[in-house]
Structure formats: structure tokens, C-alpha cells
């Protein structure tokens, strides 16, 4: 099963179920502020992807990070911010079991959901 990660209000991760939905692609919704977050999903994310590309550094959560803790940034470091801040994700993370995306392209998503054959 698919799982889609962000929070209700974001337009982007609205975009991407809408998107989901025309496809009648199955997938479940996990918001990230109602449903939180568990550590150790959390650190796999991390080791997976990476925090560059996990957290979104062009949100308000991010701007609103003292400048020393965005300088210092790391894995660890993005790791207890997260959990802090669920919205520092970028969004919408897309989760098709064996493997993970981050934010919605349209194109992106009919390449990889169609390469998989879901």
C-alpha cells in the first residue's frame, strides 16, 4: 500500500492526492501533525535520503530555525528537529514501500508509479 506523508492544508500534498485519486491510485493518507511521527521512521528516512533532501530548506519551519541550527545542520541534528517540527518535511513524502520520494511532479510520479507497476 501506498502511503502518502504531509498535512492536509499543504496545497502541494493536495495537488499529489487529487493526483493520486484521478489514477485511482490507493494510497493512505498519514498527516503529519494529526498522526506524528515515529524516531525510528524517522532516522530510515534519513539514512535513505539524506536531510538535504528530506527537509524542505524553502519552508517557514526552516526559516524558523535559529541560523547557527541551520548551519549545523546533519543527520542528527535534522533528526530531532523533525520530531520537533513534523512540518520541516518536505511534502509530500511518498512511500511505496520499498522505497521513498519527496515532493510531487506529476511526471515524476506516473514514471516511478508506472516503473513499478503498482
Not at 533532501?53 to 547557527?68: E, G, P
Request: proline content about 3%; aromatic content about 8%; overall charge neutral.
Amino acid at each position: 500500500m501506498i502511503t502518502v506523508y504531509g498535512i492536509s492544508n499543504c496545497d502541494t500534498v493536495k495537488k499529489a492526492r487529487r493526483w493520486l485519486e484521478q489514477h485511482a491510485i490507493e494510497y493512505r493518507f498519514h498527516d503529519l501533525r494529526s498522526d506524528g511521527l515515529d524516531k525510528s521512521q524517522v532516522q530510515s528516512w534519513l539514512q535513505e535520503l539524506g536531510w538535504e533532501t528530506l527537509v524542505n530548506r524553502r519552508s517557514t519551519s526552516w526559516k524558523a530555525l535559529d541560523a547557527a541550527e541551520r548551519e549545523q545542520m546533519d543527520d542528527h541534528r535534522a533528526l530531532a528537529a523533525i520530531l520537533q517540527q513534523p512540518t520541516l518535511i518536505k511534502r509530500p513524502l511518498l512511500d511505496i514501500g520499498h522505497e521513498r520520494h519527496c515532493g510531487f511532479s506529476a511526471p515524476a510520479w506516473e514514471a516511478l508509479l508506472l516503473r513499478h507497476t503498482l
